[in-house]
């Protein structure tokens, strides 16, 4: 039957509250009689701590509760379904990044705990600190953490087929280094929390957050209670990219509300934003392709070194999907892969949209255009005659139920006039070039969590005929709601604003694994329309009773219910639920949608073989850009991008993701560094540089609907790699324009006109 609203551009249910400013986010929501919270951070990098002292803070008027690290008998812990515990929600006797949690206090107002903050002295003896992986790895390095036998935090060695000899077969064989830098996500709205420890032992959390399932497990264990004393209740989010998977200022905000009685609020400021937050991964990639003189792919190999910073997190599963889902892109079965995830004094480091993939993509497919170079074939030929294809099982063992990455590329690249402003004339101050690169990713992602994957749905409809519905996945900005409400209106043939989709509160939601790996549309999709149609079965028992006429007859368009070819029967959807409340005793209608992905298995620790997700979306974009050859600026003025995104559910919010995401990606290319003096990353705004309006360009979005088998409708994710290829094709283009590669991101004007210089000392 064909949908109405499903693949319609609808503006999202809650577009008015956000552009008028009425919507409560976790930064606005607070509590009556609430305290303030501040938190007390490491000024140096590296150091034991040898004496602390709060007897001034505790006296100072207004301050409620001061609580430290060294005080406090607190356990090690990691992020839920990680294997490392080498973190605490503040530092026993060690400090180990410019910003680690020491102390907090909670007061009156906010000036008061800033105050109390400045009177707690703590003395600390320094330790050598380690600033880059490499000198971490060196052996007689200090080491990070005591308890852990070194630095290397998780070491991974595999190969697949039989590398050496596919390499011995080449005709071409390229090789080459790239590095990735410390990028923030820059969300508009800073971490916040407000928390309270009631007398019976139960935390209460509320806070703008992607996975609170996650994290009631992980706050347990961090807080050293059981798991069902922990509630999660999901304020509105005002941007996350991965960054609002867990926060160290919650489960601080509970143990200030346990010592003082009463609720705390904690909201960073910007500044410790960059300082104390988790930053996407830096990466050092040395990368060696081998091909046939036609261009087929026949080897690959690779070494990674990750800067985790100075915790874990999820820093394996990071490093895991950076070193493996590339690989998947194109047809190669000959694969040898080392990597470090190396612990340094800097601040630990996390998901950040592409979770690993947008560091990999940049090396993987830079030196794709070095081996089209070197074999004389046009960038886009390579991709093509290599491609992974609907069918296909990858070495990795990924089932690829859909594939639209062939017609992606053709379809970019027609649009982007590919051939011919690949062949024009170079010349001039300002020099215009092309650049082509390609991605893929997941939807739902089992690389590193063995609990269980699928989503679940709640729907309920009350005797008002309103529907409400219930995920564990939050919409953290990107218009699930929309989306989901859009999915449920088809089924239950009522209009998607007459449907509300709530946030997830850990008490009455499903027990959903969250918002992380472009895991929303596909799996809680799937869930919700599977809950719609048990509930469409329960309105149309109940109307053909009423109408007296078969169930098969039943129809629902706009929520009038009617009886096919007979007009004079009819009743409202309102009616009908207001029949089935009263006939349950004043009960509602209540159903539970699951959606559990068949064939779709755990990494394997040492293979890192397994199907990890039910359906894999595929990217490509051309970047045209202009290269100004005096100044060393680089400018985007065009880019075409083409998603197989399987269905498009709603066109609208989906060119505004990807239309985000480009200016992520621009960022991350030309902009974007979180620099270190010393080890600190102290920053805002000023300082660091991202994507603004009059950076973007003008982009050229199409949508390559491949119809998944697995997805709901067919959909598969978007979200993430969408920013994935940005950052390559653009290295690529400037290649085109001025034929240097760079290397490094981000590709400064500096680079650019050292890159310059050094092309023409080399004549």
């Known amino acids: 039957m064909a949908k109405k609203y499903v693949g319609q551009g609808i503006p999202m249910l809650n577009a008015v509250e956000k552009v008028t400013g009425t919507m409560c986010f976790g930064a606005d929501f607070t509590l009556p009689g609430a305290l303030y919270g501040k938190v007390l951070r490491s000024p140096i990098p590296h150091g034991r701590i040898a004496k602390i002292d709060t007897s001034k803070a505790r006296r100072l008027p207004g301050v409620a509760a001061v609580i430290a690290g060294p005080e406090l008998d607190l356990p090690l812990f990691t992020a839920r379904g990680q294997r490392i515990d080498d973190d605490r929600v503040m530092v026993k006797d060690k400090v180990h990044y410019i910003g680690d949690e020491v102390a907090a206090v909670a007061a009156v107002d906010e000036e008061t705990a800033l105050e109390a903050i400045k009177l707690i002295e703590v003395e600390y003896r320094e330790l050598p600190a380690l600033f880059s992986p490499e000198e971490a790895m060196q052996p007689g390095a200090p080491k990070m953490h005591d308890h852990l036998p070194s630095n290397i935090a998780d070491h991974i060695e595999y190969e697949i087929g039989d590398v050496e000899k596919a390499f011995a077969q080449s005709d071409v064989i390229v090789e080459d280094e790239f590095y990735s830098g410390m990028v923030h996500q820059a969300y508009l709205e800073p971490q916040s929390v407000v928390a309270t420890w009631e007398y019976t032992g139960q935390v209460t959390i509320w806070a703008p957050v992607q996975v609170p399932q996650s994290l009631r497990y992980s706050y347990a264990r961090a807080l050293g209670i059981k798991p069902e004393h922990v509630r999660i209740i999901q304020c509105n989010v005002g941007g996350g990219f ?37 930053p996407r991964m830096p990466m050092k990639i040395r990368m060696k392709i081998g091909a046939t003189k036609d261009g087929i792919l026949l080897a690959k190999e690779s070494k990674f070194i990750g800067d985790n910073g100075a915790y874990t997190n999820y820093g394996i599963g990071i490093m895991v999907s950076a070193i493996t889902r590339h690989d998947n892109l194109y047809r190669i079965k000959n694969i040898k892969t080392t990597s470090d995830l190396v612990y340094t004094n800097k601040p630990a480091t996390n998901a950040f949209r592409g979770f690993g993939n947008p560091q990999s993509h940049f090396a993987f497919e830079s030196l794709l255009d070095i081996l089209a170079d070197k074999l004389n074939m046009d960038p886009a030929e390579l991709r093509l005659k290599n491609a992974t294809q609907t069918g296909d099982v990858t070495p990795y063992g990924w089932k690829i139920g859909s594939c639209g990455l062939s017609e992606c590329i053709e379809k970019a690249t027609a649009k982007a006039g590919w051939q011919q402003k690949r062949q024009e004339e170079k010349t001039g101050d300002v020099v215009r070039g092309i650049g082509l690169a390609c991605c893929l990713h997941v939807s739902g992602n089992r690389t590193f969590l063995p609990f269980f994957d699928g989503a679940a749905a709640f729907l309920r409809i009350d005797e008002e005929g309103r529907v409400i519905i219930q995920v564990g996945e939050p919409d953290i900005g990107q ?55 048990k509930a469409k079965e329960v309105i149309f028992k109940y109307a053909a009773e009423k109408l007296n006429v078969p169930q098969e007859e039943i129809e629902i368009e706009d929520g009038l219910i009617t009886a096919r070819g007979k007009s004079d029967l009819k009743i409202s959807f309102k009616e009908i639920s207001q029949m089935a409340s009263y006939d349950r005793g004043g009960g509602t209608i209540q159903v539970t949608g699951i959606f559990i992905p068949q064939d779709v298995t755990v990494v394997h620790p040492q293979t890192k073989h397994g199907n990890i997700s039910c359906a894999y979306p595929f990217v490509a974009q051309v970047a045209e850009i202009e290269v100004n050859k005096e100044t060393g600026e680089v400018k985007v003025i065009y880019l075409s991008a083409a998603h197989d995104l399987g269905k498009v559910i709603n066109p609208l919010l989906a060119e505004g993701q990807i239309q985000g995401a480009i200016a992520q990606g621009i960022g991350y290319a030309l902009f974007e560094d979180l620099k270190l003096e010393n080890g600190s990353t102290e920053s805002n705004f000023r300082q660091y540089r991202i994507a603004k309006a009059t950076d973007m360009p003008d982009i050229d979005i199409t949508f390559v609907e491949t119809e998944d088998p697995n997805g709901p409708y067919g959909a598969k994710g978007l979200a993430e790699p969408a920013l994935t290829p940005t950052a390559p094709a653009i290295a690529n283009a400037i290649y085109n324009a001025v034929g240097i590669r760079l290397k490094e991101l981000p590709m400064t004007p500096e680079k650019v006109l050292a890159a310059l210089k050094e092309k023409n000392k080399q004549g």
Not at 252 to 274: C, D, H, M, Q
Not at 500 to 508: I, P, Q, S
Request: hydrophobic share 40%; proline share 4%; with cysteine.
């Open 242 to 278: 991965g960054a609002k998977q867990e926060c160290k200022i919650h489960p601080i905000a509970a143990l200030l509300s346990k010592y003082s009685g009463k609720p705390v609020k904690i909201v960073n400021t910007r500044e410790e934003e960059f300082m104390a937050t988790f």
């Open 479 to 533: 218009g699930s709601k929309t989306v989901l409400a859009q999915m449920a209106a088809d089924e239950l043939g009522i209009k998607p604003d007459t449907i509300t989709v709530t946030n997830v509160d850990t008490a009455v939601s499903p027990h959903g694994l969250g918002t992380f790996g472009d895991r929303v549309t596909t799996l809680a999709g799937n869930a919700v329309r599977d809950a719609s149609i």
